[in-house]
C-alpha cells in the first residue's frame, strides 16, 4: 500500500506539472501575456503539496494487493509504463489548456479576463488529476465513492479559495484577475469534465494492456 501510494503521488506530481511548465511557456513563445506569476505557482502549491503528503497517503490499498506476486526488490520506484502515463496526463491537460489560451487570445479577450479562465481552467483540471491517480485500476465512479476524508477537505478548501480568489475584489487585484462569467465558468467545468474522462478512458487502456 505504501509503495503504490508513493507511486500514485510522484505520478501526480509529474503530471501536474507538465501543464504548469508549458502555460509558462506558451506565451513567451506565441508573444502573449504571462499567465502565471509567482502567486499563482505559490496557489498551485496549496493544491499540489497537500494532495501529496496527506491525499496520497491516507488513500486505501488497491483491491488486488494480496493477489498480486511479491515485487522484485530491484523494481525502481517509477518504471517506464508508469512515467508514460504520467507525462500523457500532462500532456492530455497541456493540450486542452493551450487551446483554451490560444481561443481566448484570438477572441481577443482582455489580460487579466484571459488569466482568470485559463488559470480557473488549471485548477480544476488540478483537482481532477487527483481523483485519476487515486487508483491505477479502478474507474472514475469507485474513485468517488473510495473513502478519503482528507480528499474532500482539500478539494472542499481549493473550490473555496478559488471561488474567493475570482469573486472577492481584493483577492482578484492580488492575481491580477478580471472578471469571470457565468459561460467561462461553464467552460471551466466542461473542459475540466472531458479532461477527467479523457484521462480515464486512457488509463483503463493503459493499464489493461499492460496487465
Known amino acids: 500500500r505504501i509503495y ?3 507511486r500514485k503521488a510522484i505520478e501526480f506530481i509529474v503530471a501536474v506539472h507538465i501543464p504548469i511548465a508549458g502555460l509558462a511557456i506558451l506565451p513567451l513563445l506565441m508573444g502573449l501575456p504571462l499567465i502565471l506569476t509567482p502567486i499563482h505557482i505559490a496557489f498551485l502549491e496549496m493544491v499540489i503539496d497537500p494532495a501529496c ?4 497517503e491516507a488513500e486505501k490499498e ?3 494487493v494480496m493477489k498480486r506476486p511479491p515485487r522484485n526488490p530491484t523494481t525502481p520506484l517509477l518504471v517506464r509504463e508508469r512515467i508514460g502515463w504520467a507525462i500523457t496526463q500532462g500532456l492530455v491537460a497541456l493540450l486542452l489548456l493551450g487551446g483554451l489560451l490560444a481561443g481566448g487570445a484570438y ?5 487579466t479576463d484571459l488569466r482568470t479562465l485559463v488559470f480557473g481552467a488549471l485548477v480544476l483540471f488540478n483537482m481532477g488529476f487527483i481523483l485519476v491517480n487515486r487508483s491505477f485500476a479502478a474507474s472514475l465512479i469507485s474513485a468517488f465513492m473510495r473513502p478519503n476524508r482528507s480528499l474532500w477537505i482539500l478539494l472542499g478548501a481549493i473550490s473555496l479559495i478559488l471561488t474567493l480568489a475570482v469573486s472577492w475584489p481584493p483577492a482578484q487585484r492580488l492575481f491580477s484577475f478580471g472578471s469571470f462569467h457565468l459561460n ?3 467552460l471551466c467545468i466542461g473542459l ?3 479532461s477527467l474522462f ?3 478512458g486512457i488509463k483503463m487502456l493503459w493499464f489493461r ?3
Not at 53 to 56: I, Y
Not at 107 to 111: D, G, H, I, R
Open 198 to 200: 479523457l484521462l480515464e
Open 192 to 194: 475540466s469534465v472531458l
Open 62 to 64: 488497491e483491491d488486488d
Open 107 to 111: 477572441l481577443k479577450m482582455p489580460e
Open 184 to 186: 467561462e465558468f461553464l
Open 209 to 211: 494492456k499492460k496487465a
Open 4 to 6: 503504490d501510494n508513493l
Open 53 to 56: 503528503s496527506v491525499v496520497f
